[in-house]
């Protein structure tokens, strides 16, 4: 096409120019013979505007390509450049322009859409609130301003451009009649920057849906109780204080998700309360004929199965759950991450929810002390659908919810593995401590090593039955029960363990005077199989493993030296001849010299840290690691019982009064104290040095008592007692504590706690005190010193305290975020706080001067 006739400044019209060429920019002159003459006198013509660059033409090619997109009829030269201003890039640029189109309708087109399909999404379009135009298009209202959003951003800016994208689209602007829009029924709104909520929200009577997860609401309106018709609900990840009241009466709620948000209770019951109005009723501004009739429920969500609350701060008390106020469908509860504290009325009263299937209180604050023995009544049938009661990573400890969860108590087997599979019907999984998840396969192959390892211990019993009873009532079960493989183990007469061991059963029936007697009738104890640890079993009769098989040729060793000197002597009494395997007592393994050092009376109790598994279950042995001289050692260990501190075993041995040194590292497979019936102390006057380094041990300890010495705590109750004023109370001479590598948390240090540890007592105040001089706290879960910098007070002014002995503190590897300054006023040699995540003081001012200049530092912010 022909290039348009361009206007001069003067407004006139010049010719079109014949041909291409006389396009082209004329060149220099070489001579003035060769000039252009002009085809016409032209008027003398003002200074000519700069010529367009080459960004500038393309502009201005864009622009007109455009338009001539837009509009049908052809235009004339005057309007063609007229949109040269318009297509310059030095012009402002529009409002639409720096938007990035992502192929979705805008927030306008989806509003309008939402009147034919009941449904409209907002994610991700970063509003402050719920636009205005959405109760304008579809309730033809205009609701009131809001006071934390005053002015709503504009949701379209009524462009060509948004026209032309519309129409790409296929939108229409003019949408449904009015009698064929549907009703709102889902409305999503979420990773928004909401702020507020308008009142009239309830006027959406037919909503079933709302999600406003991820958005900053604080605080919701009256009205929004007054959508009876939702069923799910999502508002977690804001920063919700408090819920209206009337949200808990909603008749057909069924998933409820609060996670995420600042709420500090649940009144259930509030809504049936004679405090609050349960039909209250919204105003309509348009009359009474418009107004929606709500009916509200009578109990508390009577619909409502899956309730979220984690990450809230919410604590056992501030949830409203006696009498019956629960919700009675409830099917999934999650209270992870809360502050819950003593828990046991409300645990009692999830128990009696029928449907709960799923109890969630991982990283919850909850300790052992909210899971006594009496937690569960007889007969009582507690949690009889919970499949999954998960309480990871929580101060709750298995020997706790063993004693809670009896199998008399619950209807259903507990079972502590946690698998990628759904528990099977009639399994309760209860998940204690850290989390480690459990192929199918190792569950069951740890099954049947725990399986063999009961049959193993059968069939020792039954090998040592002839020595104390007739063996003719017992063959035949014998033959029912054994398999092959029991047999070899049995009569595996290749072996030369095999052969020692017929040998030492030869030799006693010997010295007892022949074949034992019908009349003495072998006595088999099946409650010691009930009562021993699987782990016993499995240490104790382990022949499957090469580790096995050698503490079992050299048990028959000993046993066979032991026979052959009694053997030789003429008339030996009936009394001193020897069992094949004697068990050590409880005594006898704490007064050996492997555990007890005479000269410098110190007591080391072998840890109870079960060993790491291999790839392969045949390839690890599960017993107690001993040196390879000490044959006996194993048996030994298994003769000291389980508690970490098992007190009464050990106050009944001579060297009780004068052992100085107690050492129980690693002693964490049963966290617990079993202490003497006689009284609350104090034991062991002259113990000076007690370590329980790595047993586990939280704030509380569970306690047992024991009425004969060297008893365990498999029958008596337990009961839940703080750590550091027992320790003060069992042992008031002691010189040096170390408590490191446990789950200690700031609250065990408190003032009280640490007044009656460390300091001395007075003259003449009995039991006498002489005060600790070392503390280690190191690897513990520690946040703060609040207990310490209480302390530090007593020297301001002060700097001679009598009471005060502390000369180490180790404090290193916690998670302390402040060091208070008031630490400098303590008078201490060693200070140790490397590895904690505070920033002040900087790590050169103790690296540099060490404790000296630490505590220099600390001191000088506070004079």
């Known amino acids: 096409m022909k290039p348009s006739p361009s206007p001069t400044p003067s407004g006139r019209t010049l010719k079109p120019r014949s041909s291409l060429q006389a396009l082209r920019p004329a060149s220099p002159q070489k001579s003035p013979s060769k000039r252009i003459k002009p085809l016409t006198e032209e008027p003398p013509v003002s200074p000519k505007a700069p010529s367009l660059s080459i960004r500038e033409q393309i502009a201005l090619k864009r622009a007109e390509a455009k338009k001539a997109q837009t509009q049908n009829t052809p235009k004339s030269a005057l309007d063609d450049l007229a949109g040269l201003e318009e297509a310059l890039p030095t012009q402002k640029a529009s409002a639409n322009e720096d938007m990035v189109d992502l192929g979705r ?112 609401l604080q605080a919701l309106p009256s009205s929004f109780a007054d959508l009876t018709s939702l069923t799910v609900l999502d508002i977690s990840h804001n920063s919700l204080s408090s819920l209206p009241p009337n949200i808990f009466a909603l008749p057909s709620l069924i998933t409820l998700n609060l996670s995420h948000n600042n709420l500090t209770s649940l009144p259930f019951f509030v809504p049936f309360s004679d405090s609050v109005n349960p039909f209250g009723r919204t105003r309509d501004p348009r009359g009474e004929w418009f107004s929606e009739t709500i009916t509200r429920a009578t109990t508390v969500l009577p619909k409502l199965v899956n309730l979220d609350v984690s990450h809230n701060k919410l604590t056992a008390a501030s949830i409203d759950h006696e009498n019956g106020h629960l919700p009675a469908a409830l099917t999934k509860l999650d209270l992870s991450s809360n502050p819950l504290g003593l828990s046991t009325s409300l645990i009692r009263s999830l128990s009696r929810i029928t449907r709960l299937s799923e109890l969630r209180c991982e990283r919850a604050d909850i300790g052992d002390d909210s ?146 007697t019908s009349q003495s009738k072998p006595t088999r104890l099946t409650t010691d199989v009930v009562a021993k640890e699987q782990w016993e079993l499995e240490a104790e009769q ?48 704490l007064a050996n010299p492997q555990y007890y050092v005479t000269a410098t009376e110190t007591l080391t109790l072998p840890p109870s840290v079960a060993v790491q598994k291999n790839q392969h279950f045949r390839s690890f042995s599960l017993a107690i690691k001993t040196s390879p001289l000490s044959s006996s050692a194993s048996d030994l260990a298994l003769a000291i019982p389980t508690p970490t501190l098992p007190l009464a075993s050990i106050v009944s041995q001579p060297f009780s009064q004068t052992l100085k040194v107690l050492v129980l590292t690693n002693r964490k497979m049963d966290s617990s104290f079993n202490l003497p019936t006689e009284s609350d102390g104090p034991f062991l006057p002259a113990l000076e040095e007690l370590v329980l380094e790595g047993c586990n041990l939280g704030n509380s300890v569970l306690v ?48 009280d706690a640490l007044t009656a540890l460390i300091l001395a007592s007075a003259d003449g105040l009995e039991p006498h005190r002489p005060g600790l001089r070392v503390l280690r706290l190191r690897g513990n879960r520690l946040a703060g010193l609040d207990g310490f910098q209480e302390l530090a007070g007593m020297f301001k002014g002060n700097r001679d305290v009598k009471e005060w002995k502390l000369e180490e503190l180790d404090i290193r590897d916690n998670a302390i975020g402040r060091l208070p300054v008031e630490m400098g006023l303590l008078p201490m040699d060693v200070f140790l706080v490397d590895g904690n995540i505070f920033r002040v003081p900087p790590r050169r001012v103790w690296e540099r001067e060490g404790t000296k200049g630490l505590l220099s530092w600390l001191r000088g912010r506070v004079e």
């Open 105 to 216: 309708w805008s927030v306008k087109e989806t509003i309008e859409r939402g009147r034919s399909t009941g449904t409209v999404g907002l994610a991700s379009r970063g509003l402050p609130c719920i636009p205005s135009a959405l109760f304008e298009i579809h309730l033809g209202i205009t609701p009131e301003p809001l006071k934390l959003v005053p002015e709503e951003p504009p949701i379209t800016t009524g462009t060509a451009d948004d026209v032309s994208a519309s129409r790409k689209r296929g939108g229409d602007s003019n949408g449904p009649s009015w009698y064929e829009a549907q009703d709102l029924t889902v409305l999503k709104a979420w990773s928004n920057e909401i702020l507020e909520i308008q009142p009239e929200i309830s006027l959406f009577g037919s909503l079933k849906t709302i999600d406003l997860h991820n958005n900053k």
């Open 542 to 589: 382990g022949l499957l493993t090469a580790g096995g098989r050698r503490r079992a040729r050299a048990a028959a060793a000993t046993a066979a030296a032991q026979q052959s000197a009694p053997s030789k002597t003429p008339n030996p009494p009936p009394e001193s001849s020897p069992s094949p395997s004697p068990a050590p007592s409880t005594g006898s393994a």
């Open 371 to 516: 899971f006594p023995v009496t937690l569960f009544g007889s007969g009582s049938n507690p949690f009889p659908s919970l499949s999954v009661f998960d309480l990871g990573e929580t101060h709750v400890t298995r020997p706790a919810i063993e004693a809670s969860f009896l199998p008399g108590t619950v209807s259903k087997t507990v079972d502590f593995d946690v698998t990628t599979e759904e528990p099977r019907p009639g399994v309760l999984r209860i998940i204690v401590g850290k989390r480690v998840i459990k192929e199918a396969w190792e569950i069951e192959a740890e099954r049947r090593t725990k399986a063999r390892g009961r049959h193993l211990q059968q069939t020792s019993e039954e090998l040592n039955s002839p020595l104390v009873g007739d063996t003719s009532t017992d063959n035949s079960k014998k033959e029912a029960v054994r398999e092959l493989w029991g047999i070899e183990a049995e009569q595996g007469l290749l072996t030369e363990g095999a052969k020692r061991r017929a040998k030492a059963t030869a030799a006693a029936s010997n010295a007892t005077g022949g074949t034992p």
């Open 704 to 751: 047992s008592r024991s009425a004969e010495p060297g008893g365990t705590d498999a029958s008596s109750a337990r009961a839940s007692e703080a750590l550091l004023p027992l320790l003060a109370r069992l042992f008031p001479s002691l010189r040096t504590l170390d408590l490191s590598y446990n789950a200690l948390t700031s609250d065990a240090l408190a003032r």
